[in-house]
């Protein structure tokens, strides 16, 4: 019987020091729970001079990476440095260690998962992810555990708090895009290079993670549609408001007839829906279940406490794993690899769903009835049209709801819109519905 | 190795045939997740006659609860026959025999709850009751595993359906309690005998559950405040309303200096707080980690398939424990018994919040100034008053709200205030206000 359980931490960033915090601060606790104590043995960054504000005992922090790997006392490796190559190594190192592993790493483990998770399963050892999608939110271990009794009908979550922070500027101070983003960044919930917030790839690796462990399949993130919300206008914002609806940028995950689609786009929802009320920094994942109906968990996505509150709670898990010699217990996508099934992607051209259209418009009388004559021909039907404000001569914009409608008829629909020169003075900006519940 | 894991039913009522149903539909499914498959081979209820709609094999259900408890083929005994006496008896029989239990029965648990754990431990079996708090919602798991780094600055949670049922039709429907009681048990929502749904009893069972995972310490609870919603009229809901607020009926728990609060009551919460979205049916619990910040965790909080939902998550952690011999992998309370400290529920007379009042006075001119003047002597202050329309000389409601007052001194000059016979023409009646996040 081990007397203690000893952690490597490889990354001393924001996460890493919200992580040796809390294995700091609240070691009586966790000890208590646990039943015996974790040990913050061993912390390596590159940066071993910067004060991070937290008493780290002497010897602990060093920049000898190869010195952790090779510890033969260390028993968990968290990996806390991001990015794809150096993390992977590490985790991979680790594992060929016999060492378990805990990570936030979403990127990582959405391009790169398999190979982690096959090593590890071989190595009968644990990789720790509850990090990875939420931050603090325990999502992975609801649909691993929680809600594993249940055929997952449905996921949809705002998974990325800068842009749920950026648009939830937009609707409540009427502010740019640019604008708003700016803000963010001065806040410091945007990163310098924001790209992979803005531009939904942070919420894709985030969805595929989730649609790994809810169906069992692989996925292939290049076959997941993604949009990001830097088209978004305070316009379509305020328009959105007027219909009764907020945008949000939402990950959406559904079956169908044994396919599973898969999105990430800016959506339009039902100021009634709950995901609606979820603003700023937050995050919030909906999941429906055949038997348990609609769930909802939700809090803040980001940040270093809430995500070391997520990255300890697997460290435990792990510890108590250990102590039982039942690491494994939970493979690490939830199903045993030889029940994972690979499921169809099913392509964004096959989508059916509700649309809105604002297209910028020429102020003249038979406008309308040639963009509606354009829709009709491809089968799509309008919903309701607004057009506020007159300016004869000037451009405009036309607000168009359509009924459901196919994805592919509506991109040849808008592509046809969008070449009307005489009519159209810019691409129209289509914003996807998402219907409560499905 | 076992090549199955066989499981019995004891109460084929509404959850037992929910958790049935799952077991039974979603079988591949569990086996595929397990690597198992789990055999619901025996199901003991009463009435072995009356169709429930579910295609149960034959030779499964029989009124042989001996024959069940006493059978060696069977590994998980699942109970949900409810009420305090028999259940008891079938889980500590269970548990006798070396058989790993799961339960919804938060009124067993939070009374008998130390002498199940107790006898689980020692036996060395697994205790499941995910289902006992908040239905489908994986509240158990996350205070147990997901949150289980943090300190627990607060719970608060919606933790009994029907009564939030019952708020939101006096809500959005303007209907008077019995009116909206009357309609809850029309649907279904509340059964014949409401008493521990609208005295805010079965919410006092679940809060207790959570505060012992939580904080690690058993829970009297008879030393928990506890009031139920009986005397909130539409008025106070229509007041409330105004004031940019909601009532919801809440079960409190909150960490001071070492002390634990605890209590259930109606409480007025700002319409913007998370929790005051939460309509109908619906629980949620929003919880607040020194580390996490706030987490809510919102879904159907009753019903056989919800419940059932988190019955079955039981059944398949204990499932992965014997596959793995750790069961008693995560002790029943997330502590080990000898690391749960006793901690002292702090009295109801030693809070202090705000309040909202509202006396039913003889509108006629002096009379706030002789109710303000009581309150003012016992140390009250007042933030607000209202009153809303005049009928000189006859009975009008005068809502007062303080700031921040200590309970015992409110009750005093309540009772002070009641005895004013010549102004006050019925009991007070008075409602707790919950700061934002505090």
Known sequence: MKSQINIGLVGLGTVGTGTAKILLENRDLIARR????????????LDVTTDRGIAIPDGVLSSDLPGLLTDPSIDIIIELIGGYDTAKRVMLDAIAQGKHVVTANKALLAVHGEDVFAAATRAGVDVGFEASVGGGIPIIRSLTEGLAANRCVSIVGILNGTANYILTQMLKEKQEFTDALAQAQAKGYAEADPTFDIQGIDSLHKLAIMVNLAYGTPVNVKEVFTEGIAQITALDIQYASELGMTVKLLGIAKVHDGDVEARVHPTLIDNHSPLAQVHGVYNAIH???????????????????????????????????????????????????????????????????????????????????????VLGHHGISIMSVLQQGRQEGQTVPLIIMTHRASERSVQTALKEINQMASVVSQPTTLIRVEDEER
């Open 34 to 45: 646990v039943g015996i104590p974790l040990e913050l043995k061993r912390i390596v960054d």
């Open 287 to 373: 999941v429906v279940g055949d038997a348990v109906g609609d769930v909802m968990l939700y809090g803040q996505g980001a940040g270093a406490m809430p995500t070391g509150s997520a990255v300890v709670s697997d460290v435990m898990d792990i510890a108590r794993n250990i102590q039982r010699q039942a690491c494994g217990r939970v493979p690490p996508t939830s199903f045993p690899e030889n029940q994972r099934i690979p499921i169809r992607i099913r392509p964004m051209e096959e989508l059916t769903t509700r649309y809105y259209l604002r297209c910028m418009v020429v102020d003249r009388p038979g406008v309308l009835s040639q963009i509606a004559g």
